[in-house]
């Protein structure tokens, strides 16, 4: 024999004046956050639309006057898409000595990138973790590096390059490159290593491990986004260096792009389609660059200020 549950309905006792209405609950309001968040941020949009343009628009402009002859770019509306595009100022530009400039501008990059991981990483292991007295007094003085333009040091470091028989090569311009990126590649590095727990180097030690095999299983993957922002701060920095290629090179061998640029603009002074398609050429590398490490950027620069 089954038996049947059967569920019923309260229902509100009669008032004096007829029938209550049911009873219903009380509707729960959302969350502040949860509505703000369904809210259109108009003036974020607008802002957000003003910077568009604002970077789009000379990428669209250098990109399409590279495109355009010398008489279109005269004649023709600047901002125009190029009626008739050409290739023809990229070849002129790479038969003018492009390629020499952009191979030495890479080798100046990588060895600058090389140098400043290679020296930035163990240096900011050893302040994050080292109590001693002697080592933060190093850390600072540092960073007092950051406060030293380059343009006030040129004479000494010529002075120093001659000095060492390094004038006029690619090594006079990597040197006093890495040593001014060092300091905030340390800086990064050194806030984003604060971060990891200090039971996970307990572990670590518990286990056997030696400082060499802590670095390389630890800290190199825990500090990869840090990593990331000091090469792409790094390549930045010494792939449009100008002072020092001007001041201790001189050749037309040692030559980058930076100042190859500067050629093309005397060798094509009134060519400005070329010109442009020189500096859009210059632009493709970094940009690559960029694209590959920019989701690491902002979580390694903000790394280690949240505290």
């Given at each position: 024999?089954s038996?049947?549950?059967?569920?019923t309905?309260?229902?509100?006792?009669?008032?004096?004046?007829?029938?209550?209405?049911?009873?219903?609950?009380?509707?729960?309001?959302?969350?502040?956050?949860?509505?703000?968040?369904?809210?259109?941020?108009?003036?974020?949009?607008?802002?957000?639309?003003?910077?568009?343009?604002?970077?789009?628009?000379?990428?669209?402009?250098?990109?399409?006057?590279?495109l355009?002859?010398?008489?279109?770019?005269?004649?023709?509306?600047?901002?125009?898409?190029?009626?008739?595009?050409?290739?023809?100022?990229?070849?002129?530009?790479?038969?003018?000595?492009?390629?020499?400039?952009?191979?030495?501008?890479?080798?100046?990059?990588?060895?600058?990138?090389?140098?400043?991981?290679?020296?930035?990483?163990?240096?900011?292991?050893?302040?994050?973790?080292?109590?001693?007295?002697?080592?933060?007094?190093?850390?600072?003085?540092?960073?007092?590096?950051?406060?030293?333009?380059?343009?006030?040091?040129?004479?000494?470091?010529?002075?120093?390059?001659?000095?060492?028989?390094?004038?006029?090569?690619?090594?006079?311009?990597?040197?006093?490159?890495?040593?001014?990126?060092?300091?905030?590649?340390?800086?990064?590095?050194?806030?984003s290593?604060?971060?990891?727990?200090?039971?996970?180097?307990?572990?670590?030690?518990?286990?056997?491990?030696?400082?060499?095999?802590?670095?390389?299983?630890?800290?190199?993957?825990?500090?990869?986004?840090?990593?990331?922002?000091?090469v792409?701060?790094?390549?930045?920095?010494?792939?449009?260096?100008?002072?020092?290629?001007?001041?201790?090179?001189?050749?037309?061998?040692?030559?980058?792009?930076?100042?190859?640029?500067?050629?093309?603009?005397?060798?094509?002074?009134t060519?400005?389609?070329?010109?442009?398609a020189?500096?859009?050429?210059?632009?493709?590398?970094?940009?690559?660059?960029?694209?590959?490490g920019?989701?690491?950027?902002?979580?390694?620069?903000?790394?280690?200020?949240?505290?």
């Amino acid at each position: 024999m089954s038996t049947q549950h059967v569920t019923t309905t309260p229902v509100a006792a009669p008032g004096p004046g007829g029938p209550r209405p049911p009873v219903s609950a009380p509707r729960r309001r959302r969350p502040l956050r949860a509505r703000l968040r369904r809210r259109p941020n108009l003036l974020a949009g607008v802002l957000a639309t003003i910077w568009l343009i604002l970077v789009a628009g000379p990428l669209y402009y250098m990109i399409s006057s590279s495109l355009r002859s010398r008489s279109d770019y005269l004649s023709g509306n600047p901002l125009a898409p190029p009626s008739s595009p050409t290739l023809e100022n990229y070849w002129t530009v790479l038969e003018g000595g492009f390629t020499r400039y952009l191979f030495n501008n890479v080798v100046v990059t990588v060895a600058t990138v090389l140098i400043v991981v290679g020296l930035a990483v163990p240096a900011a292991y050893a302040i994050a973790r080292s109590t001693s007295r002697l080592v933060q007094r190093g850390f600072t003085l540092l960073l007092a590096g950051l406060a030293i333009p380059a343009q006030a040091t040129i004479i000494p470091v010529y002075l120093l390059i001659t000095r060492m028989n390094l004038y006029d090569s690619l090594t006079a311009i990597i040197l006093p490159t890495a040593a001014f990126a060092l300091p905030v590649g340390t800086l990064v590095l050194t806030n984003s290593l604060r971060d990891v727990p200090r039971e996970l180097y307990e572990a670590q030690a518990i286990d056997g491990a030696g400082a060499f095999r802590v670095l390389r299983h630890l800290v190199l993957p825990l500090a990869r986004p840090a990593i990331v922002t000091v090469v792409i701060f790094t390549s930045l920095t010494a792939w449009n260096g100008f002072l020092f290629p001007l001041v201790l090179t001189q050749s037309e061998s040692t030559r980058v792009l930076t100042l190859g640029l500067w050629n093309f603009q005397g060798q094509f002074g009134t060519n400005v389609p070329a010109l442009l398609a020189a500096v859009t050429l210059s632009v493709l590398p970094i940009f690559v660059v960029y694209l590959i490490g920019r989701r690491f950027l902002l979580s390694g620069l903000t790394a280690g200020f949240g505290k």
